[in-house]
């Protein structure tokens, strides 16, 4: 009887030895459940192999990815993955804390079709660690002991401290294991705390990127008259976007337009070594992707891009002087009606500007439209997501501003009929939407280079009154095109074209 349980513990522990040495890392759910180990826990890393290696490194948003190369037989690997796992909890999956920048990975190199894989980067040991753009990645060797390779090895990453305080280094951040999600329920429940808007300077950011990229990848500059809606656009967030990085990228498309996209023909593709619009990032290289903080949804499929679109119109609408309150207007108008995807949202919006027959003279009356289209919009898509049960169930659609963020914009105390105070209306957004929204930037300088003064930060605060000089054509094929929206815009817009550029982002 004595050794009746020693024999049976041998057999068992054979067992686990064979299953962890000989199975494939998708079946060892056996292993898991005996050893009792981090059983509920769920990876985060990305698990890659031979073919779809090149697909998700090159198709991830992410700026940077680690590739992790590995073998399931190796126990020094088993003790690293806990480790590995707690930094990419930080940066993958669904409930990411700072999403959208660095792309966790791994590949096993003990699986024989990942042999050439792990060939192509010269794996010399395991775990040994890569870290990279993810296009660098694809489809090409590491090259790792090249000075110039974008590709490079970690090697000071062996346990989580140490890759966190790596990946830090690179990208100049200073994220912590302990890092906690940005809750977007304390938005709601406290929704009369003006600093949750502050968070959404991170949005619009993002919402502008990815509006660009939506602009590249369906290549939907065709014609003279999307080409002119475009600079109109873009020209717009040159001077009154309330990102820096965003105003100087939009400045860099304006300058070298007419060379990315002659006679408003734009090219997609590069060829010969040759520019293209891509290659000049509306907001700069660094835009974290994934990352929407105030307009975060409780599910992947709300807010997120459209809440951040709607947080930009807002605050140009309040950046803009009386005199370019319809340029404005007709800008944001056109970039809907051209750019946007989505169709019903598109013809919805474009009834909307087209039922405005006058041209705005004062930039308030722009701000208070913004605002009433916004809550016309909430209001059409109350009743579809009630109906289709399609809403985000912890951010439902609400009239603009609510009662407890600005009562005193509201002239009854009835629900069911509303009665407007617009004059506090426009007090709260021109505040709410302009000092408010920067007051993070101003205080923390969080979207500046370190390179850049505190005094930089501040003049983001003011309202930018020069638009910037556009090349001749995009000058000219905005004149064109955008003249039939009334004498008073057009005269303005042909104005701005002959003052000098901007230099406040030097």
Same mark, same amino acid.
């Given at each position: 009887?004595?050794?009746?349980?020693?024999?049976?513990?041998?057999?068992?522990?054979?067992?686990?030895?064979?299953?962890?040495?000989?199975?494939?890392? /998708?079946?060892? =759910?056996?292993?898991?459940?005996? @050893? &009792?180990?981090?059983?509920? #826990? $769920?990876?985060?890393? +990305?698990?890659?192999?031979?073919?779809?290696?090149?697909?998700?490194?090159?198709?991830?948003?992410?700026?940077?990815?680690?590739?992790?190369?590995?073998?399931?037989?190796?126990?020094?690997?088993?003790?690293?993955?806990?480790?590995?796992?707690?930094?990419?909890?930080?940066?993958?999956?669904?409930?990411?804390?700072?999403?959208?920048?660095?792309?966790?990975?791994?590949?096993?190199?003990?699986?024989?079709?990942?042999?050439?894989?792990?060939?192509?980067?010269?794996?010399?040991?395991?775990?040994?660690?890569?870290? /990279?753009?993810? =296009?660098?990645?694809?489809?090409? @060797? &590491?090259?790792?002991?090249? #000075? $110039?390779?974008?590709? +490079?090895?970690?090697?000071?990453?062996?346990?989580?401290?140490?890759?966190?305080?790596?990946?830090?280094?690179?990208?100049?951040?200073?994220?912590?294991?302990?890092?906690?999600?940005?809750?977007?329920?304390?938005?709601?429940?406290?929704?009369?705390?003006?600093?949750?808007?502050?968070?959404?300077?991170?949005?619009?950011?993002?919402?502008?990127?990815?509006?660009?990229?939506?602009?590249?990848?369906?290549?939907?500059?065709?014609?003279?008259?999307?080409?002119?809606?475009?600079?109109?656009?873009?020209?717009?967030?040159?001077?009154?976007?309330?990102?820096?990085?965003?105003?100087?990228?939009?400045?860099?498309?304006?300058?070298?337009?007419?060379?990315?996209?002659?006679?408003?023909?734009?090219?997609?593709?590069?060829?010969?070594?040759?520019?293209?619009?891509?290659?000049?990032?509306?907001?700069?290289?660094?835009?974290?992707?994934?990352?929407?903080?105030?307009?975060?949804?409780?599910?992947?499929?709300?807010?997120?891009?459209?809440?951040?679109?709607?947080?930009?119109?807002?605050?140009?609408?309040?950046?803009?002087?009386?005199?370019?309150?319809?340029?404005?207007?007709?800008?944001?108008?056109?970039?809907?009606?051209?750019?946007?995807?989505?169709?019903?949202?598109?013809?919805?919006?474009?009834?909307?500007?087209?039922?405005?027959?006058?041209?705005?003279?004062?930039?308030?009356?722009?701000?208070?439209?913004?605002?009433?289209?916004?809550?016309?919009?909430?209001?059409?898509?109350?009743?579809?997501?009630?109906?289709?049960?399609?809403?985000?169930?912890?951010?439902?659609?609400?009239?603009?501003?609510?009662?407890?963020?600005?009562?005193?914009?509201?002239?009854?105390?009835?629900?069911?009929?509303?009665?407007?105070?617009?004059?506090?209306?426009?007090?709260?957004?021109?505040?709410?939407?302009?000092?408010?929204?920067?007051?993070?930037?101003?205080?923390?300088?969080?979207?500046?280079?370190?390179?850049?003064?505190?005094?930089?930060?501040?003049?983001?605060?003011?309202?930018?009154?020069?638009?910037?000089?556009?090349?001749?054509?995009?000058?000219?094929?905005?004149?064109?095109?955008?003249?039939?929206?009334?004498?008073?815009?057009?005269?303005?817009?042909?104005?701005?074209?002959?003052?000098?550029?901007?230099?406040?982002?030097?």
């Amino acid at each position: 009887m004595s050794l009746a349980h020693p024999v049976l513990f041998a057999g068992l522990l054979s067992l686990v030895i064979l299953a962890s040495s000989s199975s494939p890392p /998708g079946s060892r =759910s056996l292993l898991r459940e005996i @050893s &009792g180990d981090n059983a509920d #826990e $769920k990876d985060r890393a +990305v698990e890659l192999n031979s073919s779809n290696f090149d697909s998700v490194l090159r198709d991830t948003p992410a700026k940077y990815a680690v590739v992790e190369f590995f073998a399931h037989w190796c126990p020094a690997c088993r003790n690293y993955k806990p480790h590995y796992e707690k930094v990419a909890r930080l940066f993958n999956g669904p409930e990411a804390i700072h999403p959208g920048i660095v792309l966790m990975t791994r590949v096993d190199c003990a699986m024989k079709t990942n042999t050439k894989l792990c060939d192509r980067f010269s794996v010399s040991h395991y775990p040994m660690l890569f870290w /990279g753009p993810p =296009s660098k990645f694809v489809s090409g @060797s &590491g090259e790792p002991k090249k #000075e $110039k390779s974008e590709i +490079v090895v970690m090697d000071d990453a062996r346990t989580a401290e140490r890759l966190l305080s790596w990946i830090n280094k690179q990208t100049q951040s200073s994220y912590g294991l302990d890092d906690k999600k940005f809750e977007n329920e304390h938005v709601r429940t406290n929704i009369t705390d003006y600093k949750q808007i502050s968070q959404a300077v991170y949005d619009i950011e993002e919402a502008t990127a990815e509006a660009f990229d939506i602009i590249l990848s369906n290549k939907v500059i065709k014609s003279s008259e999307t080409s002119a809606s475009f600079i109109r656009f873009i020209q717009l967030l040159a001077a009154h976007h309330a990102s820096k990085r965003c105003r100087k990228g939009a400045a860099d498309i304006l300058v070298n337009y007419d060379d990315l996209c002659p006679s408003g023909k734009c090219s997609y593709e590069s060829s010969g070594g040759k520019d293209t619009l891509g290659s000049f990032p509306i907001c700069g290289k660094d835009v974290p992707r994934g990352y929407y903080m105030f307009c975060r949804g409780s599910r992947n499929d709300t807010r997120g891009f459209s809440c951040g679109l709607w947080v930009l119109f807002h605050s140009l609408s309040v950046r803009i002087e009386d005199g370019e309150s319809h340029f404005a207007f007709t800008s944001i108008c056109d970039f809907v009606n051209n750019f946007f995807m989505c169709d019903e949202c598109r013809l919805h919006f474009n009834d909307m500007c087209l039922s405005v027959k006058t041209p705005f003279k004062k930039a308030r009356d722009f701000v208070l439209w913004v605002w009433s289209t916004h809550n016309k919009v909430n209001e059409r898509l109350m009743k579809d997501e009630a109906s289709l049960g399609t809403g985000d169930p912890e951010f439902p659609k609400i009239i603009w501003p609510p009662r407890e963020l600005c009562p005193s914009c509201y002239l009854s105390s009835e629900e069911k009929s509303i009665e407007w105070d617009e004059d506090n209306v426009y007090k709260f957004l021109k505040n709410y939407y302009g000092p408010k929204l920067v007051s993070l930037y101003k205080e923390k300088s969080v979207i500046e280079s370190k390179e850049e003064t505190i005094s930089a930060a501040t003049e983001d605060s003011t309202v930018a009154t020069n638009a910037l000089v556009v090349p001749v054509g995009a000058a000219l094929a905005i004149a064109v095109a955008s003249c039939a929206f009334g004498a008073l815009a057009c005269y303005w817009r042909t104005q701005q074209k002959n003052r000098k550029p901007r230099r406040s982002w030097n």
